[in-house]
T-cell receptor, first 111, second 113 residues
């Protein structure tokens, strides 16, 4: 257990609906990452927060995606107007020195 | 060309044998290298990190790094059925201030009793 929690663990939604995922890192970890992993692939970087500042966003993060980290604590990732191609595992990670530790992930299925 | 390449496998290894996993990367300036283990349906779990050329051992695991050849490997000695998983190689992006990781697609390892 890395101490990083994510909710929900599973989400099934219909195409066109909005979904929101939450990540709760260990309180003193100020660097937080979101990744997306599709079947048979490694995780792909989506976005990075240092405290409450979103410092980098991948080109994968289309206009339908938004992430926040209010007060530098928990983080949310919202997907608007979901598409079937959004089906994936969404992973949150926090960084200690050089190493990233992953939460359990949220598995999204868009029907 | 993918930036981090791994053989997809599956790599079938008899119980008690050595599993050898390879990873090549294209970004010559990458500084930090990681091996993660991922069981089916679970999130990646860190096994090893390595930052300088040579070998690094931790229990049954040995990571080897050769920056000149842009190559990092993982050896698993005395393989156990519980080692059956997908092993992900990850590297940092040269010049990236934020430490994001680039992952390979993973090598599936199957340890047979």
């Amino acid at each position: 257990d890395t101490g990083v929690s994510q909710n929900p663990r599973h989400k099934i939604t219909k195409r066109g609906q909005n979904v929101t995922f939450r990540c709760d890192p260990i309180s003193e970890h100020n660097r937080l990452y979101w990744y997306r992993q599709t079947l048979g692939q490694g995780p792909e970087f989506l976005t990075y927060f240092q405290n409450e500042a979103q410092l980098e966003k991948s080109r994968l993060l289309s206009d339908r995606f938004s992430a926040e980290r209010p007060k530098g604590s928990f983080s949310t990732l919202e997907i608007q107007r979901t598409e079937q191609g959004d089906s994936a595992m969404y992973l949150c990670a926090t960084r200690v020195r050089e190493t990233q530790y992953f939460g359990p992930g949220t598995r999204l299925l868009v029907l | 060309q993918k930036e981090v390449e791994q053989n997809s496998g599956p790599l079938s290894v008899p119980e008690g044998a050595i599993a050898s996993l390879n990873c090549t990367y294209s970004d010559r300036g990458s500084q930090s290298f990681f091996w993660y283990r991922q069981y089916s349906g679970k999130s990646p779990e860190l096994i090893m990190s390595i930052y300088s050329n040579g070998d690094k051992e931790d229990g049954r695991f040995t990571a080897q790094l050769n920056k000149a050849s842009q190559y990092v490997s993982l050896l698993i000695r005395d393989s156990q059925p519980s080692d059956s998983a997908t092993y992900l190689c990850a590297v940092t992006v040269a010049g990236d201030s934020w430490g994001k990781l680039q992952f390979g697609a993973g090598t599936q390892v199957v340890v047979t009793p």
